[in-house]
């Protein structure tokens, strides 16, 4: 065999192997930490400062406002082909012209996040940057540019969107036209803030990125759910970021980031009229951002846990309502931990209220799972089939679980009875003054069991009425 013939041999081989690494690794945050994990492995003597400029270097963060508080990524070592390449699609950021995200990866708890600017908020934390450093480079960067491509409309903020497949993501779609920043953006930067801020605060080095990483990712929850997980996990974003920042000086920030990034990448000075319009945007912006992220639960919606369509034509419901339903779902009757159990529980109940009782969707609005997060059941705007002769007067909650001799965890019931009922008021989903009712209250059933309907008497809302008398399960009503 003769040397041209090896050569040719061995150039295919390396391609093979590097389309496999890359194809070996889903952006999933499971992989993406594998994938940093294995940079590690192959040079045991990087600290975590080399190996984020390494990963900066290979997806292109390296502009002038980001080398004004950052190392230049261009110092660090380039890193084998099918890396490189692997990453740069995690972590640079973009949003194509028919609505798929890039540089965003799935998280074990059923969000996404942008990686850029988790990957900017850790390193400035290694360096013991300054809060407004922090905030520039995580939360404001970009915001120019965004404003730029936004079109008037009523939201500022999102959308979501959904993987092709949750098991090994790799398209994400987002839901519609992409607004100042998506959701995914929004999860990244909290993400980066809050672990930025966390190691800038801790006197003890940072050893391994990988190691950071799959403690706030990939924590698995214990029977208790989220009543006994640590502080510092995915699960607990939004309150984390609670205490990070305050509504207040949002804006005043933002804007100081906006002036400073076209400073240093050299735009030409903002004029007073588009000063003037960002400024009411941004606005907007932050009093939207205050309503889905401090008042509002997360909530995972439908395609994500793998709804079916529903079936025949929704019955729109007459907002605002004056009643919240409170139910258990008996079966399953364990509490979820997690997204995937969680998810497979939404899926039962749906076909089992679709195909068993012929409904046409699962029937409750919302539904709280003890991972930490609200799934959406028929959501704001649709009437549900969950309290007889009662649909059209209120949403319907159930908590997964049999809750006859036990109650949900304290933290699943604060995020209905604190921040799902607070975040309906807010959007003009319930009344201000609404009733908060057990199943049994208003149908003959134990439903939501007797230890929880005890708790739920407790509520400052709460309210009975006459029980009416029990009704078969035939049709919605």
């Not at 972590?91 to 799935?106: A, Q, S, W, Y």
């Not at 949403?395 to 607070?422: C, E, K, W």
Request: with cysteine; hydrophobic share 35%; net charge positive.
């Amino acid at each position: 065999m003769d040397k041209g013939w090896w050569k040719l041999t061995l150039a295919l081989l390396v391609l093979l192997v590097s389309t496999y690494a890359e194809a070996s690794f889903s952006y999933h945050m499971e992989d993406f930490i594998r994938a940093v994990k294995q940079i590690e492995d192959e040079d045991p003597g990087s600290d975590p400062s080399t190996v984020l400029m390494r990963l900066r270097r290979a997806a292109g963060l390296n502009d002038a406002f980001i080398r004004h508080f950052l190392p230049d990524a261009q110092a660090a070592s380039e890193m084998p082909a099918n890396l490189s390449e692997y990453f740069r699609k995690a972590v640079h950021h973009r949003v194509l012209e028919d609505f798929k995200e890039e540089g965003v990866v799935l998280t074990p708890d059923g969000t996404t996040v942008t990686v850029a600017p988790l990957l900017l908020g850790i390193e400035a934390g290694i360096l013991k940057l300054k809060r407004q450093a922090h905030f520039h480079l995580t939360f404001a960067k970009d915001l120019a540019v965004s404003f730029r491509r936004h079109s008037s409309g009523t939201h500022y903020l999102g959308p979501d969107g959904c993987w092709n497949n949750v098991a090994s993501p790799q398209v994400f779609t987002l839901s519609g036209k992409p607004n100042l920043f998506t959701i995914a953006q929004i999860n990244g930067r909290m993400d980066g803030m809050i672990l930025g801020m966390e190691i800038s605060a801790n006197s003890s080095s940072l050893l391994k990125l990988s190691s950071l990483l799959k403690e706030y990712y990939s924590h698995r929850l214990d029977r208790k759910g989220m009543d006994s997980a640590p502080r510092l996990i995915s699960q607990r974003r939004r309150e984390n970021f609670k205490l990070l920042v305050f509504p207040s000086p949002l804006m005043r920030k933002v804007m100081t980031t906006v002036e400073l990034e076209q400073r240093l990448t050299g735009q030409p000075k903002m004029k007073v009229e588009t000063k003037r319009k960002l400024r009411a945007v941004v606005k907007m912006a932050m009093k939207e951002f205050v309503h889905m992220y401090m008042d509002c639960p997360p909530i995972i919606s439908r395609c994500m846990w793998g709804a079916e369509p529903y079936r025949g034509t929704p019955t729109g419901l007459s907002l605002p309502l004056p009643f919240l339903f409170i139910h258990h779902t008996h079966t399953p009757s364990e509490p979820c931990l997690t997204f995937e159990k969680c998810s497979a529980d939404m899926r039962a109940m749906q076909r089992f209220h679709q195909e068993d009782r012929g409904w046409d969707d699962i029937g409750y609005s919302f539904v709280a799972g003890s991972d930490g997060y609200i799934y959406e059941g028929r959501g704001w705007d649709i009437q549900g089939a969950h309290t007889s002769g009662q649909n059209s007067k209120g949403y319907g909650v159930s908590f997964i679980g049999d809750y006859q001799t036990n109650l949900p965890s304290q933290h699943a019931m604060s995020l209905v009875r604190d921040q799902l009922a607070s975040c309906a008021v807010n959007r003009g989903g319930l009344v201000s003054s609404y009733t908060v009712r057990g199943h049994r209250d208003v149908v003959s059933t134990t439903c939501p069991g007797d230890a929880f309907y005890k708790e739920i008497s407790t509520w400052e809302h709460f309210g009975k009425v006459k029980t009416q008398k029990p009704r078969a399960w035939k049709a919605e009503e």
